[in-house]
């Protein structure tokens, strides 16, 4: 099990609290210090049955300023996570070849 985790996210220090209740310890990937790769984020949107559009955070400044209103796809947004991981929407808790993203931190409960 995987945990794509922003400490400074309180939505994502609670939905890793919620699964710490459940005995859950999942292996936390602090994704803005280790950068997943292309492939990587490929396996975690084809486990989220997602476009990669739609794992974005629309509301960072980096997206208003880069990329809003820009029709990529799929590869070259994986490509602007990569660059910009900020953009990556989180939390996201990944088991086995299932994933949800914690937005209501609740959702990763469903996993479980």
Request: glycine share 4%.
């Amino acid at each position: 099990m995987k945990f794509y985790h922003n400490p400074r996210c309180g939505k994502s220090r609670e939905a890793l609290k919620l699964l710490q209740e459940k005995g859950v310890e999942p292996e936390i990937v602090e994704y803005l210090k280790n950068i997943p790769t292309h492939a990587e984020l490929e396996d975690v949107l084809k486990k989220l049955d997602m476009k990669a559009e739609d794992l974005l955070r629309k509301n960072e400044k980096v997206f208003k300023e880069m990329y809003k209103g820009k029709d990529l796809s799929d590869s070259k947004w994986i490509e602007a996570m990569i660059a910009e991981p900020k953009l990556i929407e989180r939390p996201i808790f990944i088991k086995g070849d299932k994933a949800v993203v914690g937005r209501p931190p609740e959702k990763v409960l469903e996993l479980i």
